[in-house]
């Protein structure tokens, strides 16, 4: 198979791209709030994965939230290691475009960037997101402490209740331990920040995800 046709199933790693050993140059600093983009962070912080769609967009959706530390967009969830962004939209690096998001515990819980995920988005879309096709735009979230999954899997039965009430089918959001994080480029961490009218290719369902904890 050749580049130029973009599988619609996530890619094993019999099929993927080689990748390479050198990891991707990033900013020191977060664009909007100053914060390191790379660990070590300190140690009362919690980390979490999403990925939503197109990760500019999404990763403004959370770097406005009170108590998160710091974002970054980077690629997970495939076998390439440190791959370009051009390797991730061929489909043939099993990755799918995600937002790491550090954040206070004791000032936001990982309930509240939940409620965030799932309005910010289709989840129900496989691999796509709106206009945007490829296994690169699925749905998912990458648990990184043994409390999140659980959280998570109550999350997900929570608001797939509430999308069936609206009409909408069942969720495909992929939820795992993280596996590996790969930085993005440089030009695409915070890039809605540096480029305010730039794409944003987001769209919720309008179904809203009702928690006494994510109001909280």
Not at 77 to 100: D, I, R
Not at 135 to 142: A, F, G, K, N
Request: a negative charge; charged letters at 15%; proline letters at 7%.
């Amino acid at each position: 198979m050749g580049l130029f046709r973009k599988p619609l199933e996530v890619a094993g790693p019999e099929n993927t791209l080689p990748g390479r050993d050198q990891e991707m140059p990033v900013p020191a600093a977060h664009y909007v709030n100053g914060q390191p983009l790379k660990g070590p962070f300190p140690d009362h912080l919690e980390q979490a994965i999403f990925g939503l769609g197109c990760f500019w967009g999404a990763e403004r959706k959370f770097w406005e939230m009170d108590g998160v530390f710091t974002t970054a967009v980077g690629y997970a969830g495939g076998s390439t290691p440190n791959p370009t962004y051009e390797e991730v939209c061929s489909g043939y690096t099993g990755h799918t475009e995600v937002v790491l998001v550090v954040f206070d515990p004791a000032v936001i819980s990982f309930e509240s960037l939940l409620a965030q995920f799932w309005e910010s988005h289709d989840p129900t879309q496989g691999m796509r997101q709106g206009n945007d096709i490829g296994t690169q735009y699925r749905s998912c979230i990458y648990t990184c402490t043994p409390e999140q999954p659980s959280i998570a899997a109550a999350s997900e039965q929570l608001f797939q209740a509430n999308l069936t009430e609206a009409g909408y089918g069942g969720i495909t959001t992929e939820i795992m331990e993280a596996p590996a994080f790969y930085y993005a480029e440089h030009y695409h961490q915070q890039y809605l920040a540096k480029v305010p009218n730039g794409y944003c290719g987001l769209g919720g369902t309008g179904v809203c995800y009702t928690s006494e904890k994510a109001s909280a």
